[in-house]
């Protein structure tokens, strides 16, 4: 299958949709490899509760950007998106084709489009804020963008603690709105991307999402957020999947309202990406089930 120009072929859908699944089968059969674009599978530490492609899948195909950090580094979409790029590159030196997956569509954004550059902020201004979330929820974050950034927070997902903590952290260390720096320049590549967006009816996404969790508890869920419960305030840690269960090993409620909210939130979670996604218009949608459908679609 050879193409007049590279192609980056983006997977991008929401969660337990069959990303992985469609993501190994393109790169068996485009013989290239697999650039992760999940925002918590960069980090060792981090196993069961973000549904890594196994050692066998990993064995299988070269995978990129998976267990390779620690959750004690600070890694954002930003430095992702710089690093990812030259991976990419060199796997084009070897491949007509790259696979760039994930559900972290800020992550995909920052390799297709790039960011902004965005003033440095002091650490302290971010702990400071990491702090005040820990001590009072989301509400309070959410009251302060209402304080200090109303406008930037209309256009924010705003049950999103990394976005609202960016948000402020540079409203507080610069004195602008995060807004004002993004000039909404597209990096311009050399290559063409042709990306795919996975979805399921509702209902049996759900339904799936439920029982990946219920999977990942028999796997060990409870006792891998156990182990990492030192390092909750780390941004990878304040997300779905582990936030409920550090709450529950708090004492906020038991462990079956955990379940519950582990399994209620996971679904909301869905719903953002999907939103996040479809506002995409690049984006070419297909059930997981259409893998001929959609080797066409990227080889056409």
């Known amino acids: 299958m050879r193409t007049d120009r590279k192609k980056l072929v983006v997977v991008a859908g929401p969660t337990a949709v069959g990303k992985t699944a469609i993501a190994l089968e393109l790169a068996r059969q485009l013989k290239t490899e697999i650039v992760s674009a999940d925002s918590r599978q960069f980090f060792r530490e981090l196993t069961i509760g973000t549904a890594k492609p196994s050692e066998v899948e990993l064995r299988a195909v070269p995978h990129h950007f998976i267990n390779s950090h620690s959750i004690t580094e600070d890694y954002d979409a930003a ?35 790039g960011f902004d550059d965005i003033p440095e902020v002091p650490e302290e201004v971010r702990n400071e804020l990491t702090t005040q979330f820990n001590h009072h929820g989301i509400v309070w974050l959410q009251q302060r963008m209402a304080e200090l950034d109303p406008e930037h927070l209309k256009t924010i997902d705003r049950q999103n603690p990394h976005r609202l903590i960016r948000a402020l952290e540079v409203k507080i260390a610069t004195g602008m709105s995060i807004s004002s720096f993004r000039k909404n320049e597209k990096l311009q590549h050399h290559f063409d991307i042709v990306k795919v967006g996975l979805e399921l009816p509702r209902e049996e996404l759900y339904r799936r999402i ?55 939130n996971s679904r909301r979670y869905a719903k953002r990406q999907l939103t996040w996604f479809k506002r995409d218009t690049e984006m070419e949608w297909f059930h997981p089930g259409e893998v001929e459908e959609i080797v066409g679609y990227v080889t056409s």
Do not use: N, W
């Open 210 to 264: 439920d029982d990946r969790m219920d999977q990942m508890i028999a796997a060990g869920l409870f006792e891998e957020a156990a182990r990492l419960y030192d390092y909750k305030s780390h941004q990878a840690l304040q997300t779905v999947g582990y936030q409920e269960i550090f709450d529950f090993m708090d004492g906020a409620y038991d462990k079956e309202e955990a379940v519950r909210l582990l399994k209620r």
């Open 79 to 113: 430095q992702f998106g710089r690093d990812a790029l030259p991976v990419i590159h060199t796997i084009f030196h070897h491949h007509d084709y790259a696979i760039l997956c994930g559900g972290s569509g800020l992550y995909i954004k920052a390799v297709c489009e």
